[in-house]
């Protein structure tokens, strides 16, 4: 496509209505970062999901210790609050959310009156292990991704999901999830 037509795009998306994204995938997939970048190409909010978390789940977590479905539906509450909030005011956002199953991302959808899509981002384990490694400041122990592989349902076939490789740089995965976003 060219950047002309990408930037047509861009604006058609964003000007018509509202639109509300979860960037989804496990722990060190780059949510964050990535949310944050295409937030602001598509002149929208951008909300790090995990500033949401109780803070007895944020202990939990940096202890090693995996949440529980319990632990994590006030949460996508939360989330889900924000979005449909954003939403109503005629707002577009985009979230940072591991929703890692089926239920949490129908959960979402149901929050947001099926205004939402979602970026999945997909990585190897190997990839996402150095990217754990590698990063500081950050609650999430590298212990804890092989529970969230565990937990992780692919979102493949579900709809308005665009999946996203992660073995590229952030503008590229970027520039991915947009053209999916189509």
Not at 56 to 70: I, Q
Not at 75 to 83: Q, R, T, V, Y
Not at 86 to 115: F, Q
């Amino acid at each position: 496509m060219s950047p002309y037509r990408e930037h047509a795009h861009l604006q058609e998306f964003s000007t018509s209505r509202p639109a509300a994204i979860i960037v989804m995938g496990v722990s060190g997939c780059g949510k964050s970062s990535v949310g944050a970048l295409l937030a602001e190409r598509l002149g929208l909010a951008f909300i790090e999901g995990d500033v949401l978390h109780p803070p007895s789940n944020v202990e939990k977590m940096a202890k090693g210790t995996p949440l529980t479905d319990d632990d994590r539906w006030p949460w996508l509450d939360i989330i889900g609050a924000e979005m449909a909030a954003s939403l109503k005011r005629g707002e577009g956002i985009v979230v940072s959310c591991s929703a890692l199953k089926k239920v949490y991302r129908d959960r979402l959808r149901a929050a947001t009156g099926g205004s939402l899509a979602f970026v999945y981002l997909h990585g190897s384990r190997q990839l996402l292990t150095e990217r754990m490694g590698a990063r500081t400041g950050h609650f999430m122990p590298l212990s804890l991704l092989d529970s969230q592989l565990a937990t992780l349902e692919v979102p493949t076939g579900e709809p308005g999901v665009v999946t996203v490789d992660i073995d590229q740089s952030v503008e590229g995965i970027v520039a991915d999830a947009m053209r999916g976003l189509g």
